[in-house]
């Protein structure tokens, strides 16, 4: 698998990993105890999950906060703190929710508590999460139990925006008496498996088993989690194999191969959401003129970066969407590379001769690297890449003032393909995600559809056409889904692979070594 | 003796001016911005424009600079952007670890440099000279993340005897507390007591030279005293300029070490608040950082008078 990877190769690593892995769920009873300790790469930055905008949060917000819906191994919806949902019309949203669950501070969790939390992700000023929420216009408690969600017009994504951060219920009692501590101190606030107990900053985050948990399937079984963060991935690595942590977030591809030859770790491949890509600038030349734009896709040879820069830590793109998502069209290819086609692109741009353009990247090993590989490929082509390095934030506001040619855009990924696609390639002045300044009507009306109609079959055919529209006009180059790898001690059990990268450790047990 | 240290921290004015000013003027000029760089997967513009109105980041670069000095004058640092708390307590909570490694890493070098170092004059051009010169050319040479690196496989993953990364405090855990910076303070350390080896040497065999060491030996002396009382006491001066150099590098610039064994110390502070453009921030840890070398040179200066009475 290392070697090698078709795609059917990937979708079947996508489905062996919705099982449990097989080292991962040893036929022993779950034991209860221990401390998981978690490496991850940077410290997190608020314990608030509606003023949070940094993944790494998530990570530890799956644990302690509950959403109302929840995504299972395939990024199909179950029930969170929503026992159940109704969707009366397309403009309405009712939740049944679940009896009997308590926050952490002993509060019980109730309709009009989460419809307090909603009313606060939408007008409190530091929230993050409104453009999340935009399409909801008001929320009714219909009893105790039931709440009802009016919206604006009919948003087929928003269930799935509910398995995260925008869903999730903290209790309106914290927030009330010591909500700007929140963001230092989650004491309390959640109903999820674990309660937070401490932050040290920039040394650890401590949470606790929650014993009065509501749900008697499982775990919780750990005693407590501990995240430490550990900036240098080598020094990570090493601290997983001498046993100073027992999971750590993510394996770079350059030591997925070492990891998995050693007996004291082991690897879980997960699929992830995300899409590595490059933004074109059509508002500008030279990538203003489309034949200039196909001209660069035909020149690149997707899988020979995928092989070479990401040594198959990830599958060629065909577009916005991963092969995780249920919209994924596995009959649509990658765009083969295709040198004379190229050539042929370039005359009719009226530059047989080639051209040159300056590429932004960020300043890391794996972009540099893919980078240097994208302007051999190019100079094939007679294309002439500069590449321009620069750090996150520079990118970013280069990105947003759309002072770029063309400009890596690396995207974490969110379970229903709106995320991945709308906020992208829909028409939209000012500030946003559509660096490339994409606007074209037939794109715009179906991105729009995608949101109207609810079931799944016509939106998959949507996203298809959207997808086959975006390898003629480019508004982006995609170039790989990675996988992200997470590695864990033997001792860790039970852990379960969900596609949106989050680890979340409810059923996780420690086997006694 | 009071009248130059209050002469020469009159002096510093100045250059805490300019070094904030230079440090300012950089920082807004890098492209980047720090609520964007906070919330890049948002696109919400209007939270992101009343978060930056509310932080007056919107105002002229002059206007802010002058806000920022007019709150420091009152003593007021302001707060980090990232995390909203104040810069001191941001600073606060990093500089204990810095200490601690600088004080430890000062220790190690200065237990290897002095034998080594007196040792190769003395010894010149004999085989202790010949291992003083050759590991202080490996010291200089060594890069400190690959001498970290080394010693985490070494001492971490091999041998299992010290912990890899990670920092207790030693005030609140003695023994857990060393062995956590233990390994951090031999790479910095190490480095640090090559450079200082081949100063002393060379400032000794310059004094070894000198008339009056030979009159000492004339007089009788034993070579052990000439060496503690004549020779060594005249060639540290230059060894405590380096020294008082280093101090100021270690507190604030032991970046690489500190990522590598994730140390949460100053050093990393400041670069993580480059990348998230935390003005704030960073205009408070290089301005509390300016400071340290100004004191470490003041001390230096102080010294100087107390190893040579001429100097006062």
Redo the contacts between chains.
Sequence with gaps: MISRMSRRGFLQLCAAASALHPSLARAQAPRKGGTLRVGFYIEA??MDPHLS???IDRQIYHNIYEPLVTLDVKLGIKPGLAESWQQPDPKTLVFKLRQGVKFHDGTDFTAEAAKFNFVRMKTE????R??ELANVDSVDVVDPFTLRLNLKKPDAALLATLTDRAGMMVSPKVVQERGGEL??NARGAGTGPFEFVEWV???HILLKRNDGYWSRQGGPYLDRVRY?????D???L??L??G?IDVMDYVQPRDVAAVKADKNVVVLDVPSLADFAYQLNHTRPPFSVKALRQAVAYGLDLEQIVKGVWLNVGVPANGPIPPTSWAYDKSIPFIKRDLARAKAKLGEAGKPGGFSFTMTTNNLPINVQEAEVMQAQLAEAGISMKIKL?????L???G?AKSFEMISYQ??GRPDPDGNVY?FFKTSP????NWSGISNAQLDALLDRTREVSSPAERKKLYSEVTKILQDELPMVFIVHPIEPKAFSPRVQGYEAIPDGMMRFKDVWLRSS | MAQVVLKRLLATIPVLLLVTAGVFALLHL?????I?????????????E??RR?LGLDRPLPVQYAAWMARLLRGDLGRSI????PVVDNVG??IRPSLQLAAMAMTVSLLIAFPLGIVSAVRRNRAPDRVGTTFALFGICMPNFLLA?LL??LF??TL?WL?????TDPLEDLVDGLRSLALPAITLGLALAAVVTRTLRSSMLETLAEDYVRTARAKGLSEARVVRRHVLRNALIPVVTVLGLQLGTLVGGAVITE????L?GVG?LVVDAV???DYPLVQGVVLLIALAFIVCNLVVDVLYGWIDPRIR
């Design positions: 930055a608020t905008g940094s993944k000023t530091k929230s993050v409104k453009g963001e230092r900053k920039d040394d430490r963060p550990i900036p240098d080598t020094v990570k090493q601290s194999q001498a100073e620069v750090d996150g934030a520079t970013i506001s280069e947003n995207w974490s906020q000012g500030t946003s995600l | 890098t492209p980047g911005d720090p964007d760089a906070m919330m890049a997967e948002s696109v919400d513009a209007t939270v992101k009343s978060l509310e990232r995390n909203g708390e909570r990093r690196l985490i496989f971490g993953v299992r912990p890899i990364s990670g920092y990522y590598v064994f994730a949460p990393r990348f998230a453009r």
